[in-house]
């Protein structure tokens, strides 16, 4: 407890950021994750990345490489897109959706009080940086009440969540998000894959990013980009 107040603590100065993150499903022949792209893409771990850069309110940029380039620029809630190869456009993130992924979001007291069953694991070295590592379950009873509007789908889930957080200035380095759903969610939405996970990495804290819209001086956009819809 003292450790997650401290990094909920300390996450409160951060101003700017940068973030990796990887998205797996589970294989039920070789009973071990594939990494995945959203969308149900499949590319090799050196063909597919993701980076995305965030300046705290609401401004983004993300890139995902794979058979090509996605990329996104939000500015508030107006996100334009640009794509090259084989990649399609993926909907905009509204700045409140991404918002869920920063580092102060993944460590506030109603996600932790949710979390059962917490475990201190051996402390790893991410990057660099030598730090604290917990794994917990989401009571998904709380979990039904916090998200009534999800409560049905996850009834009968299991999430799982690990954080590591640095040993000297206690601000997240890695976070890892599983869900494994359950047979009534699966009968219900087969086009959703048993077990999914997520995996962010945060770096370049309050580092000097510049993100700006894809506009001329006459306020028209650069060539390729488009405005994209918001989910």
Not at 13 to 37: F, N, P, Q
Not at 70 to 84: A, K, L, P
Not at 189 to 198: K, N, V
Request: charged share 25%; glycine share 10%; hydrophobic share 35%.
């Amino acid at each position: 407890e003292k450790v997650l107040a401290k990094a909920g603590e300390a996450v409160s100065d951060i101003k700017s950021y940068r973030m990796t993150g990887e998205y797996y499903i589970y294989d039920s022949v070789t009973k071990e994750y594939a990494l995945r792209a959203f969308g149900g893409i499949t590319f090799s771990g050196d063909r597919y990345s993701e980076q995305q850069e965030f300046i705290i309110p609401s401004n983004y940029y993300r890139e995902v490489t794979g058979t090509g380039t996605c990329e996104q620029i939000g500015i508030g809630d107006r996100v334009y897109g640009r794509v090259t190869g084989t990649m399609g456009y993926a909907p905009g993130m509204s700045s409140s959706e991404w918002q869920q992924y920063m580092p102060s979001e993944i460590l506030t007291q109603k996600a932790l009080s949710m979390l059962v069953k917490i475990e201190e694991m051996p402390e790893e070295n991410i990057d660099g940086v030598l730090c604290y590592h917990y794994r917990g379950s989401i009571d998904m009873v709380k979990f039904g009440i916090e998200y009534p509007q999800q409560a049905g789908a996850f009834r009968t889930s299991t999430i799982n969540e690990e954080s590591w957080i640095g040993k000297d200035d206690y601000i997240v380095r890695q976070y890892k998000y599983e869900v494994i759903r359950g047979d009534d969610v699966m009968a219900k939405l087969p086009m959703l894959t048993a077990r999914s996970l997520e995996v962010w990495k945060y770096s370049d804290f309050n580092a000097q990013i510049t993100i700006e819209p894809p506009l001329d001086g006459q306020g028209n956009l650069l060539q390729g980009w488009v405005v994209l819809p918001v989910q």
